[in-house]
Nanobody, 114 residues
Framework: QVQLVESGGGLVQAGGSLRLSCAAS????????MGWYRQAPGNQRELVAA???????NYADSVKGRFTISRDNAENTVDLQMSSLKPEDTAVYYC????????WGQGIQVTVSS
């Protein structure tokens, strides 16, 4: 099995920055993508950013230009640098890793105050 552990969430004022980190461990084989999703109360879980094994990235329109995703293939980690945060970025953020099977972290709260 694969375990994903997120860190770095918390409370920040609007306009501030946070960096989320996720470390994967366990039986990790082959090529896989990694990314971050988020879910706000009453909303569906949505993709925030994703990165392939080769480094290609994809961002939700709402975070383009503000968030940057990166990964370290040797360490099996993925980070999300979040800047210019807005109250609407408030959500539980989930790290995910997928190939034929998807794995999820437990989620970490990010709260942006106005």
């Amino acid at each position: 099995q694969v375990q994903l552990v997120e860190s770095g969430g918390g409370l920040v004022q609007a306009g501030g920055s946070l960096r989320l980190s996720c470390a994967a461990s366990g039986r990790i084989f082959g090529i896989y993508s990694m990314g971050w999703y988020r879910q706000a109360p009453g909303n569906q879980r949505e993709l925030v950013a994703a990165i392939t094994n080769g480094g290609s990235t994809n961002y939700a329109d709402s975070v383009k230009g503000r968030f940057t995703i990166s990964r370290d293939n040797a360490e099996n980690t993925v980070d999300l640098q979040m800047s210019s945060l807005k109250p609407e970025d408030t959500a539980v953020y989930y790290c995910s890793m997928w190939s034929r099977v998807s794995y999820w972290g437990q989620g970490i709260q990010v709260t942006v105050s106005s």
